[in-house]
């Protein structure tokens, strides 16, 4: 096919990928079959089936780096983060729980919101977003604050996340996408990239938790983090959550492998200021499949930075952005108005502060 007629397939496809979630019950609890099928088209009409292409596929869930030489991928980190809280569920709670007590709300709250943002980058952004789920409904706070406190820890989550490839999927692609020339991503690509502006996000976010929620009246009650019960989850449960993230990778490597050409032709003319606020779709759009769709080696390094910057920040404004908002608002019941209602504004600050942050060392 030419350019025009691949082009166009492409566009429809990316189109359907980004829509269809958002506008689709069905699709969105089908979501990895779904991705996996877009994927597979979109990689015949750009005519881009190889024996590298499946093999990468097949292997990027679980090895996205070596550690002492031994693999290690985002499924293996959410099957054994997932099997460490089944069997430690009560240690681990009661541990939490006496914390809680002994600490002010305030310390409390950055404490969750900055570790949890931290530790997402070794436990995987889902299981952050499950401890958080528990530990938010144990807090005795309005529901108001409840849900600016859930939506400030899904930023935090979803930046601190991508420090690794095993944190969540938009780094996982990110890494197994710039593996070859000439960036020759590792396991530590991510954070030697984007740590200096992740890491101090993370610990912002915390400070905007303790200033925003800690100080705000508690509801009447404070036997609730003590009367707090564990968490039940069932081993089946774990088992196919972890299934669920490597067909969902799986699928995200198809896409962006059969949008290489999109990135070829159009990705690397558009300047890096402007890659970034495009990338504000993420806002309603999942950002690991954006980052299929994205990043390439073909892109600058700025362009990199820029792209992954915009889209990990964008991603917690709504419900859609990302993997923990869609775990938190289900289990919480929070409403898309409710979460637009204070996530929109703080990120648009965020990715203010970022942009000036990023570009003010090349302007000067």
């Known amino acids: 096919m030419d350019k025009l007629t691949v082009s166009i397939g492409l566009f429809v496809i990316f189109v359907v990928v980004l829509l269809g979630p958002f506008?689709?019950?069905?699709?969105?609890d089908s979501l990895e079959a779904f991705l996996?099928?877009?994927?597979?088209?979109?990689?015949?009409?750009?005519?881009?089936?190889?024996?590298?292409?499946?093999e990468e596929a097949i292997l990027a869930p679980v090895d996205s780096g070596r550690i002492f030489g031994i693999p290690v991928g985002i499924t293996q980190a959410v099957l054994l983060a997932g099997l460490v809280v089944y069997y430690l569920r009560a240690q681990i709670c009661n541990g939490i729980r006496r914390m809680a007590e002994k600490l002010s709300l305030s310390i409390f709250i950055f404490i969750l919101v900055a570790v949890l943002g931290i530790l997402s980058s070794v436990?995987?952004?889902?299981?952050?977003?499950?401890?958080?789920?528990?530990?938010?409904?144990?807090?005795?706070?309005?529901?108001?604050?409840?849900?600016?406190?859930?939506i400030i820890a899904c930023f935090s989550i979803g930046l601190g996340a991508a420090l690794t490839p095993i944190g969540e999927p938009l780094s996982t692609?990110?890494?197994s996408k710039l593996g070859g020339e000439p960036y020759?991503?590792?396991f530590f690509y991510l954070f030697r990239l984007l740590g200096i502006y992740i890491v101090p996000g993370v610990i912002a976010f915390g400070l905007a938790g303790m200033i925003l929620v800690g100080r705000k009246k508690r509801t009447a009650g404070e036997e609730t983090i003590a009367s707090w019960e564990c968490p039940m989850e069932t081993l089946r449960d774990v088992i196919i959550r972890a299934v669920k993230v490597y067909v969902f990778v799986m699928a995200l490597i198809l896409l962006g492998g059969g949008f290489k050409p999109i990135i070829d032709w159009y990705f690397v003319l558009i300047p890096a200021e402007v890659l970034y606020w495009v990338n504000m779709v993420s806002a309603i759009l999942d950002n690991a499949t954006l980052t299929a769709a994205e990043i390439g080696p073909a892109l600058t390094e700025l362009q990199i930075k820029s792209a992954l910057m915009a889209l990990l920040i964008s991603g917690g404004m709504l419900i859609p952005g990302n993997i923990p908002n869609i775990i938190s608002a289900n289990k919480l019941g929070i409403r898309s108005r409710e979460w637009a209602r204070f996530g929109v504004p703080m990120g648009?600050?965020?990715m203010l502060i970022y942009f000036l942050v990023i570009y003010l060392p090349y302007w000067i």
């Open 36 to 54: 996996f099928g877009c994927g597979t088209a979109a990689v015949t009409i750009s005519n881009l089936w190889s024996l590298e292409l499946v």
């Open 348 to 350: 648009i600050i965020a």
């Open 123 to 150: 436990i995987s952004a889902i299981i952050s977003s499950i401890i958080l789920v528990e530990m938010v409904n144990a807090l005795p706070l309005e529901r108001r604050s409840k849900i600016e406190l859930t």
């Open 184 to 186: 020759h991503a590792d």
């Open 173 to 175: 692609i990110a890494v």
């Open 23 to 28: 506008l689709s019950r069905k699709i969105e």
